[in-house]
Nanobody
Framework: QVQLVESGGGLVQTGGSLRLSCAAS????????MGWLRQAPGKEREFVGA????????YYADSVKGRFTISRDNAKNTVNLQMNSLKPEDTAVYYC?????????????????WGQGTQVTVSS
């Protein structure tokens, strides 16, 4: 059973930074791509970014490109999301997610496993 546990959310002012972390367990972490997704109240689930199993390839939503950075440590079974220059529209619950297949996807509905989520609130 894949388990994903996020941490690092909180309240930050516009222009601030947060670093989210996700600890994974339950299967070989290094064999699969990982993603970050978010969902704001009353809005659809949204793709934020993803990283390939090796960490050599990363993918970002246009809305966060240049501000967010995904990284992973396969030795520690963790994936991180560094968020800089935060905006009020980044406010959402952020989820770490992965799939039952190896390939990366930018479709937020193609992720099979989710963490419990961590709240990020950006005040204006």
């Amino acid at each position: 059973q894949v388990q994903l546990v996020e941490s690092g959310g909180g309240l930050v002012q516009t222009g601030g930074s947060l670093r989210l972390s996700c600890a994974a367990s339950g299967r070989t972490f290094s064999g699969y791509a990982m993603g970050w997704l978010r969902q704001a109240p009353g809005k659809e689930r949204e793709f934020v970014g993803a990283i390939s199993w090796s960490g050599r390839s990363t993918y970002y939503a246009d809305s966060v490109k240049g501000r967010f950075t995904i990284s992973r440590d396969n030795a520690k079974n963790t994936v991180n999301l560094q968020m800089n220059s935060l905006k009020p529209e980044d406010t959402a619950v952020y989820y770490c997610a992965t799939r039952t297949v190896v390939a990366v996807t930018t479709n937020p509905y193609e992720y099979d496993y989710w963490g419990q989520g961590t709240q990020v609130t950006v005040s204006s």
